[in-house]
């Protein structure tokens, strides 16, 4: 009798330990998630699962559904006690969330976890969509989406070759960091922003400051931007637009803060490619260049 319950307590202290794993699990079926990705929360809403989400982190904003989702943290300094206290089925991430003892911590209190790939590219978008429509068991619906994209792509070039371009602006965006609680420039590092800053028929400002967590009030004048893409909640935190050019160190001596040339742009638009990519970059070409009357 002491040998059963002996087995038992193994049992349950091995599960509790997370060393079961290795159990793959089947996305198919309604599964509670916590998605870690704002990526990731996009294409699961897109392709029909969104309804299975009961956890997210803070930048995960679209669609506004995601916005009405419990908070577990930024996905750069994540809380594992509010991840494990939802009881998720599984864990969605996409190996960029931090710190880097979350991921043990909450495997170690035996939730399950699945790593996905990025959609820094127009490729690896269309893969991760593939990757997630098998794993829910939608690869007809992620098809279509990955069509989508390219129909949407095509036709923001179409509206680019449509309108006339006399002068070519510079463009830089500037994010606020919500874990390092600072601003910083995104762009200047050949990513999604800078991808989509040149698609939309613009020019990305030179910015010298390799790997910087917070802005130089002398790069980003330096740098002398003619529109500067302020993300939407560092935008919001200085309350206006003339708040922002002075608030904000460096901006009021470029000509976008002269010329009051700062556009407000969802952050989650302009971090990844996906679905809505072509229209968010049709909607760059109407910020950029607001008297050319360019149509969707």
Known sequence: ???????????????????????????T????????????????????????IIGVDWSSTYPDSAKLIKPVGYHRALNPEGIISLTPDVVIHSNDIGPETVLPQIEKAGLHTKAFGNANTMDSAKMLLKELG????????????CNVMDAGIAGASNVLKDITIKDTPTVMIIHFGRASNVFFVMSGRKGVGDKLIQMAGAKVAHYDAKGARQISAEAIAAANPDIIIATDFGYDQMGSMDKFITGVPGVALTKAGKNK?????????????????????IDLIHLFYPTTHASK
Do not use: W
């Open 261 to 281: 040339r700062i556009l407000r742009f969802e952050e989650h638009d302009l971090t990844y490619f996906g679905p809505r990519t072509g229209d968010n970059i």
């Open 134 to 145: 098998a794993f829910f068991g939608v690869r007809a619906k992620a098809d279509s989406l």
């Open 1 to 27: 009798m002491k040998k059963i319950i002996l087995g038992t307590m193994l049992i349950a202290g091995l599960i509790a330990c997370g060393r079961f794993q290795n159990k793959e699990i089947d996305g």
């Open 29 to 52: 079926k309604d599964l509670r998630i916590v998605s870690l990705s704002k990526h990731l929360t996009e294409f699961t809403f897109s392709l029909g699962k969104g309804h299975n």
